[in-house]
């Protein structure tokens, strides 16, 4: 069975930094491009970042270039989101996704990490 795991989330300050984990199993993880997405509340589920499986190119949305960096372990199964200079409008859940570039069905969703920004 197909598993996508985020873990990395929790309560951090103005101006800090977190870096949250996805770990996915029961797949060909280096097929897939990764992406986060995070859901505010009363809000949508936005696009924030993805990479593609090799890791050669990636895309971010506008309000976090510069300050998130996404990047993947292919090794380890694994794709990190780093957020830096947080401020309270981030606070969000966290949403990791798998895409397989080919195959429109094959898409697979996370639980979720929160993040919140608070002093």
């Known amino acids: 069975e197909v598993q996508i795991v985020e873990s990395g989330g929790g309560s951090v300050q103005p101006g800090g930094s977190l870096t949250l984990s996805c770990v996915g199993s029961?797949?060909?993880?280096?097929?897939?491009?990764m992406s986060w997405y995070r859901q505010a509340p009363g809000k949508e589920r936005e696009l924030v970042a993805d990479?593609?499986?090799?890791?050669?190119?990636?895309n971010y949305a506008t309000s976090v270039k510069g300050r998130f960096t996404i990047s993947r372990d292919n090794a380890k199964n694994t794709v990190y989101l780093q957020l830096n200079s947080l401020k309270s409008e981030v606070a969000a859940v966290y949403y990791c996704?798998?895409?397989?570039?080919?195959?429109?069905?094959?898409?697979?969703w996370g639980q979720g990490t929160q993040v919140t920004v608070s002093s």
């Open positions: 996704m798998a895409a397989h570039p080919f195959v429109r069905a094959a898409r697979y």
């Open positions: 029961d797949f060909t993880f280096s097929a897939y491009a």
């Open positions: 990479i593609t499986g090799d890791g050669s190119r990636i």
